[in-house]
């Protein structure tokens, strides 16, 4: 920065913090340094209880109540009716028979994707993370070519592929000069089902792999060396060696990418808006069409939904913070 | 030896080329075009003119039907390439189509109406960078409004953030006090709550605090981040007391020790914190969606994600658009790739 | 500059109690030190007087004000830190204006401050650099500027040489010295090494586990040391300390039977009672050659040290260091004849404390040999 805007910014951020001066000096005196601590954390703690813990409470409260206002104090209590209606199924496998079929697509769909999206994801981030241990040239260049779809907007991701998927898209280019027809890939329930498993993939693998990467270099590169000198084959090495030292970060890719994978909701709702049909429905995407772009806003089955959303990933978390502490 | 555990298992590469290291970097360069190609089709396509875009198959460079001004013509018409016959060669323009007859004209000399099948021409192509897709956003939509209201709340959501987190981290690290832990522990457990199950109660606080439809109903929630609060901490703890010590010999208020000795000094983990926020912010789109319902007030993401809907022909302002709002964060991710994923590796392995 | 007295100073962690009941007046302008071992308690004591840590009971009192409850920076003190604690971010100038504008000095006084405190540390070439540009000399005198700058009544200096290499110690220990003549301000040095204590101080407290052991100059405290601690701590080579039994206590004379040293004639301590056990010291320098005189020791000579100007004999049985001045002609393996003067002679009782006797002359210089 140049020396005059430098000082400038000096001198303008000087100005703006010295606002305060005086009452913060009244505040410490009264208070003594020990107390005047918690001014400091009283505007974080403030958003916090406002926005995080007080909506937990409230989440409660619409669960456990029924009608569609939006206030609190207007709403009528109706004890368990939300989630009864919630998870009232003829048959629990078959979505039809659910009063709120929706949801159970939703729940099933999730689950599909669940699994296979956080399992490939895995696949790929370790194998690119072991390809990039590697002693390869140029090694900084494609760790962070795998980590830029990661910074994108998750709207920006949707329509990256929506672009190349489309009737008339580079992909359906390809197809034709290769001799197939070309295909309607977001129309066809399974093609757009995979393709959100794809297009997640896509988006989040480089975070996963850079976190993969730094624990394969923590291994001490002697341990290897060791494991030559006891003349052990490749795949024993991997087997026995690499992959359990490896295993607390599996375990923390592994929790991570499930706790965001059942959450999965912006780029697939711009990429598919949840169809065709239900196909690509997800349980977060319930949420917000219950809750807020219905014609009539049901709170209180969006809240129920959440509360249920929120057992399943409080139970990954406490998973997560077992398995890491067990592992330390 | 050459199975394929050899790939999974080997840290060094060889001085001889292994097939393994074939394998290797061609998975790699694989990746790299999965990774950024389609980034760069998007780009190559956002400057095609409609009527470009509208071609199957698509093209990489901006190719589109070439047009020509003819006196007398009320329009541009489009122009064709003869193929075969006496007039193979030329390029001429299409009055009108009966048919499998078309008019057409020469543009050297308009007056006479030449007429030839439709299966001997072809539309003649010129390469044309189709500018006005950028130009026309910020004629023909709001496009300034959305612009200015992402950077609003990208700007002040960050300065915000890193005001209170610091000022939190401060406390947390320097000064102990009955319950410290306790908030420490605290906010740390807002890790677990992710956004999503809290949608409907933060909508229902945010209309009470008449925060709805306006710009600070989107910065206030969030601005509190656990993260921010973990990272400045763990970096201010590497600050001598000492010097805390020293500036409160010299008369200095806490809030004088926090702006002027503190703050400064942990300029390195505000630096990464405020890259974190402006891209978590920029990239924003449950939340602002819920929150914004004039369409005056939304962001980019939003702004895409409605016209997507609306305008399902008119991509090539759909794609200008993508392209301008993934750019600020592109530029951050060139300077400063190695940072950002030097301070994810090291957090993930903590 | 200020008066400081310390009356019934206790200090808890918790509890653990780690300073024991302190007590002591500091006059007026002089150089006192806080000399002892690690963790006698003088930083603690010395942050207490700050008031960089609370006082758990007792009183801090400078000028006849209770300062307890007063914050650090309005108790007129200024500290120089063990490791300086300078603001990195900031240049020298602003290192030694930061107190001065916190409580809004106007800027021209600011700057006349900063001048002086830098011509008289020779830093006015630096002002404009920052702390790490410096060497450690120059940073240490950053440090020292920053508390000139603030006029303070005490100067409070905790280890401020311990991060310097030896020859730099030996010119800033006079530097400070310097300082303290020129502005006659009251300092309070914190020092774990006893030569600093004895060539700077006016007046030195010894601390040992959280409790004072002696209060005085530095001569007193090693012509009369108060206890068998003190006796050993102040001055090098260490005391030589012997076990023995009082025989027998007439009115000018004691007579101790030491197992190391056989029969020793000591002079007269009023307040020993015969069958007491009692410690003997005697410095090496008070040791003297030869078999004149009363208490004669023979023991073979285990090792000879040369200095040029000085020279270091130790004996084997007994276990003696003797300090002689110039070159010595005793070597190794010589059975060596020392007599042990009995107005050079300390003698401690059960508990460590020295019992009274006649005033050490200061004409106990060390024998040539």
């Known amino acids: 920065m140049s020396g005059v805007a430098a000082r400038a910014a000096e001198r303008t951020y000087a100005a703006v913090m010295n606002v305060p001066e005086r009452p913060m000096r009244w505040a410490q005196a009264r208070m003594g340094t020990g107390r005047f601590a918690w001014l400091f954390v009283a505007p974080n703690l403030a958003i916090f209880g406002i926005f995080t813990f007080l909506p937990i409470a409230i989440d409660f409260i619409y669960a456990f109540t029924g009608g569609p206002e939006l206030m609190p104090a207007d709403r009528a209590f109706t004890g368990l009716a939300n989630l009864r209606e919630l998870l009232s199924c003829g048959n629990y496998l078959n979505p039809n028979t659910c009063t709120r079929d929706i949801f159970w697509d939703g729940v099933w769909n999730t689950l599909r994707f669940v699994v296979l999206q956080v399992g490939l994801m895995i696949l790929f981030s370790l194998i690119t993370a072991l390809v990039l241990n590697r002693k390869v040239i140029g090694r900084g260049f494609f760790r962070a070519a795998f980590f830029y779809p990661v910074l994108l907007s998750p709207v920006v991701v949707a329509l990256i592929w929506k672009w190349i998927l489309q009737r008339y898209g580079v992909l359906n280019a390809v197809v034709t000069d290769v001799g197939l027809h070309p295909v309607d890939w977001l129309l066809n329930g399974t093609s757009a089902f995979s393709w959100t498993v794809f297009v997640s993939i896509w988006a989040h693998m480089g975070f996963y792999t850079l976190i993969l990467l730094a624990g394969l270099q923590a291994i001490p590169a002697d341990i290897y060396e060791a494991a030559a000198m006891d003349a052990a084959p490749p795949w024993r090495t991997f087997r026995r060696i690499t992959l359990p030292l490896l295993m607390p970060s599996l375990l923390v890719v592994l929790v991570l990418g499930l706790i965001r994978a059942v959450q999965i909701f912006d780029e697939v709702y711009v990429l598919t808006g949840g169809g065709p049909g239900t196909a690509t429905t997800y349980l977060v995407q319930f949420i917000y069409q219950t809750g807020f772009a219905a014609q009539v806003r049901e709170y209180g089955l969006a809240a129920a939904a959440s509360l249920l959303l929120a057992t399943v990933l409080l139970v990954l978390t406490l998973v997560q913070l077992r398995a890491t502490r067990g592992t330390r | 030896m050459t199975t394929a555990a050899q790939l999974l298992t080997a840290r060094r590469g060889r001085f001889r080329a292994d097939w393994t290291d074939w394998v290797s970097y061609a998975y790699l360069i694989l990746g790299v075009i999965v990774m950024f190609g389609p980034v760069l089709w998007l780009f190559a396509s956002s400057f095609k003119s409609e009527a470009g875009l509208n071609q199957f198959p698509p093209t990489l460079l901006p190719w589109q039907p070439a047009q020509v001004q003819i006196a007398g013509q009320p329009a541009p018409l489009p122009l064709f390439h003869v193929l075969t016959g006496p007039h193979a060669g030329e390029d001429l323009a299409e009055v009108r189509r009966i048919g499998l007859m078309a008019q057409l004209l020469d543009p050297k000399s308009p007056n006479q109406v030449i007429r030839l099948r439709t299966n001997t021409i072809k539309p003649a192509m010129q390469m044309r960078a189709a500018w006005d897709n950028y130009t026309g956003l910020f004629s023909k939509f709001n496009f300034l409004r959305y612009l200015f209201n992402s950077v609003f709340i990208t700007v002040v959501a960050t300065l915000i953030t890193l005001l209170i987190n610091s000022m939190a981290a401060f406390a947390l690290s320097k000064y102990r006090f009955r319950g410290r832990d306790g908030v420490f522990l605290l906010m740390i457990a807002t890790l677990m709550i992710p956004p999503t199950i809290i949608l409907v109660p933060n909508f229902l606080i945010a209309s009470a605090l008449g925060l709805v439809n306006s710009l600070w109903g989107v910065i206030l929630p969030g601005v509190a981040t656990p993260t921010g609060v973990f990272l400045l901490r763990q970096y201010m703890l590497t600050l001598p007391d000492d010097l805390i010590e020293a500036a409160r010999m010299d008369n200095a208020s806490e809030w004088r020790i926090y702006w002027r000795i503190v703050l400064p000094l942990s300029a390195p983990a505000l630096a990464v914190l405020a890259i974190f926020s402006v891209m978590w912010r920029w990239n924003e789109f449950l939340w602002p969606l819920i929150v914004l319902t004039r369409n005056e007030h939304f962001t980019l993401p939003l702004a895409l994600y409605s016209f997507q809907g609306e305008l399902t022909t008119s991509w090539n302002y759909i794609l200008s658009m993508t392209i301008i709002t993934l750019l600020p964060v592109t530029i951050i991710f060139i300077l400063l790739q190695r940072r950002i994923t030097q301070g994810i590796a090291s957090a993930g392995v903590k | ?369």
């Open chain 3, 1 to 369: 500059m200020a008066a400081l007295s310390l009356r019934g100073v206790v200090k808890r962690f918790g509890t653990v109690e780690v300073i024991h009941n302190v007590s002591f007046d500091i006059p007026a302008g002089e150089f006192v030190v806080f000399v002892g071992p690690s963790g006698c308690g003088k930083s603690t004591l010395l942050r207490m007087i700050c008031g960089l840590e609370t006082v758990s009971d007792g009183q801090v009192v400078i000028d006849d004000q209770v300062v307890n409850n007063i914050p650090p920076a309005r108790r007129g003190l200024a500290m120089v830190f063990q490791s300086y604690a300078l603001y990195p971010h900031m240049t020298v100038y602003q290192n030694m204006a930061f107190g001065l504008e916190n409580i809004a000095t106007p800027r021209p006084e600011i700057d006349r401050r900063v001048d002086e405190a830098a011509r008289m540390l020779r830093l006015d070439q630096f002002l404009q650099r920052k702390p790490t540009q410096l060497s450690g000399g120059q940073r240490q005198r950053v440090a020292i500027g920053r508390a000139i700058v603030r006029e303070p009544r005490i100067f409070l200096f905790d280890e401020p040489l311990s991060n310097l290499d030896a020859e730099l110690r030996v010119s800033m220990r006079a530097e400070i010295a310097g300082l303290h003549r020129r502005l006659g301000t009251t300092m309070i040095y914190v020092t774990h090494d006893q030569v600093e204590a004895m060539t700077m101080a006016d007046r030195i407290v010894v601390l040992r586990s959280g409790s004072v052991e002696q209060v005085g100059p530095p001569l007193e405290l090693y012509n009369h040391p108060a206890n068998q601690f003190v006796a050993g701590f102040i001055g090098s080579p260490r005391m030589n300390f012997y076990e023995g039994q009082i025989e027998r206590v007439t009115s000018d004379a004691l007579l101790v039977a030491c197992p190391a040293l056989g029969n020793v004639r000591t002079d007269a301590a009023p307040s020993a009672r015969p069958g007491g056990q009692v410690t003997l010291g005697i410095r090496p320098e008070h040791v003297q050659v030869g078999d004149a005189g009363p208490n004669v020791v023979r023991g073979e000579v285990a090792a000879v040290e040369q200095l040029g100007g000085l020279s270091y004999v130790r004996l084997a049985a007994p276990d003696m260091t003797i300090q002689l001045s110039g070159q010595t002609a005793l070597a190794l393996g010589h059975t060596a004849a020392v007599t042990l003067p009995p107005a050079a002679i300390h003698v401690f009782d059960d508990q460590g404390a020295a019992l009274p006797h006649h005033a050490m002359t200061t004409s106990m210089a060390p024998q040539p040999a």
